[in-house]
């Protein structure tokens, strides 16, 4: 309990220098200025009694997009609110779900502004996807009586020595979760090795892997892939992050000298980054934005993926899928999509957000690392010139995502249990 009073009193510290931040994330980014007041619990509206979803950004926000869905049909008499933190979360819940919906900002991690939201929203559970323990939202949620369950839980062996290092926190808040679904037994036992109850843990497996493609979704790609070219090889770089992109660039060099009609379709993650990746990708190709609606010739190199919400459509039209986040350590990014499209995947080396579903990917022979420009242009290369093999390839992707699928009726089943006994 004191290092819960330490914890909140270093917060409430440094709140100012946190809203410092955010206003000079809002000068290149001017949504991080809007609904400010709900970064501290203040909101415009009240719900009597709801299920409360939270998914921190956008991986976590895809995961959760088809639990809320089977929640909404399970539990029609109670409305859905999800918060998220970040804007591009907030987009991701808004083109997925509309306003079928409730969506807030969570407010930072103070006692008052926790108190704030359950008293305005009053949650007849707590449902936080993945692995994101917050003392005081933990702490007020059992002061309120609001069970809290962890679903599509995961724990690294770095997070687990982080969270060793606060023993004591860790079990106060491990101690008030009502339920634990993991990924897999290695996260479950290191859960339980930092003082979470066997009795409340059962391993489930990923609900990312019972990924929903939409219906019109191969239409859509298809439309794309005329518009790109059909007989191109477009293999697409995904989510990518600083000091990634020269890599990539200079790979996509080396490919456009064995085949010169060779297309880059250039997806950063970060909206504000669009306007410089641009200037850098023109400085040495002849580059589009997808946002300018401008045509794509055949002397066309780069097409820059500038918009929200449609990764999934940009991959559809690819040929060979690179994930990013992943040349650098930032941990990579979600390949199931790509895996559930059917894609041969590429990762750079840094994988340890998806260190158990790459390792499934790299066993069955359809993700492939690679390390450098070289070695990138050296696989794009192959995929390209053995077109049978990037069939192959992606077919094992596929079947992966296909072999793993289960764990959201698991976990639907494992909530309406807590749903109904409130």
């Not at 006692?111 to 005081?136: D, F, G, K, Y």
């Not at 609001?146 to 982080?162: D, F, M, T, W």
């Not at 060979?320 to 941990?331: E, K, Q, W």
């Not at 699928?405 to 749903?419: E, F, H, N, P, Y």
Request: with cysteine.
């Amino acid at each position: 309990m004191r290092v819960r009073y330490l914890y909140t009193l270093l917060f409430y510290l440094a709140l100012p220098f946190i809203f410092i931040r955010l206003g000079w994330r809002s000068l290149r980014q001017p949504v991080y200025r809007q609904r400010m007041g709900e970064r501290l619990g203040f909101y415009p509206y009240t719900l009597e009694k709801c299920i409360w979803v939270h998914a921190v950004s956008v991986g976590e926000t895809l995961a959760a997009i088809p639990l809320i869905k089977a929640l909404q049909s399970c539990h029609p008499e109670f409305p859905i609110l999800v918060t998220t933190m970040t804007p591009t979360g907030a987009e991701r819940v808004k083109s997925a779900l509309g306003d079928g919906v409730n969506h807030v900002y969570i407010p930072y991690d103070l006692p008052s502004a926790m108190r704030r939201l359950l008293n305005n929203m009053r949650p007849v559970v707590c449902i936080i996807m993945e692995t994101e323990l917050w003392p005081n939202l933990i702490n007020v949620c059992h002061q309120h009586h609001v069970p809290i369950c962890l679903v599509n839980a995961r724990l690294s062996e770095k997070s687990a020595r982080g969270y060793h290092r606060i023993t004591s926190l860790t079990q106060e808040m491990l101690h008030h979760i009502r339920l634990i679904a993991a990924h897999g037994q290695v996260d479950a036992d290191r859960f339980i090795a930092l003082g979470a109850s066997k009795e409340r843990m059962t391993v489930t497996g990923n609900i990312k892997f019972d990924i929903e493609l939409p219906e019109e979704l191969t239409d859509k790609s298809a439309a794309l892939r005329t518009m790109l070219g059909k007989d191109r090889f477009i293999w697409i770089a995904a989510s990518t992050h600083e000091g990634e992109e020269e890599i990539i660039l200079a790979a996509h060099k080396k490919v456009r000298e064995q085949n010169a009609h060779a297309l880059l379709v250039l997806v950063p993650r970060h909206p504000n980054r669009f306007d410089a990746i641009a200037k850098l990708a023109e400085s040495s190709f002849v580059t589009v934005r997808r946002s300018l609606q401008q045509p794509c010739t055949q002397e066309v190199a780069v097409y820059l993926g500038d918009t929200m919400g449609e990764l999934l459509l940009m991959y559809g039209a690819a040929d060979v899928a690179f994930v990013a986040g992943s040349l650098i350590p930032r941990g990579g990014h979600n390949m199931l999509e790509p895996g559930a499209l059917g894609k041969p995947i590429l990762t750079g080396p840094h994988l340890f957000n998806f260190a158990e579903i790459s390792e499934l990917f790299v066993s069955a022979e359809a993700l492939t690392k690679v390390m450098d420009a070289d070695s990138l242009a050296a696989q794009l290369v192959r995929l390209m010139q053995h077109p049978m093999e990037q069939a192959q390839m992606g077919a094992r992707a596929l079947q992966v995502i296909e072999n793993n699928r289960g764990a959201l009726d698991k976990q639907l089943t494992l909530l309406s249990q807590v749903i109904r006994a409130c």
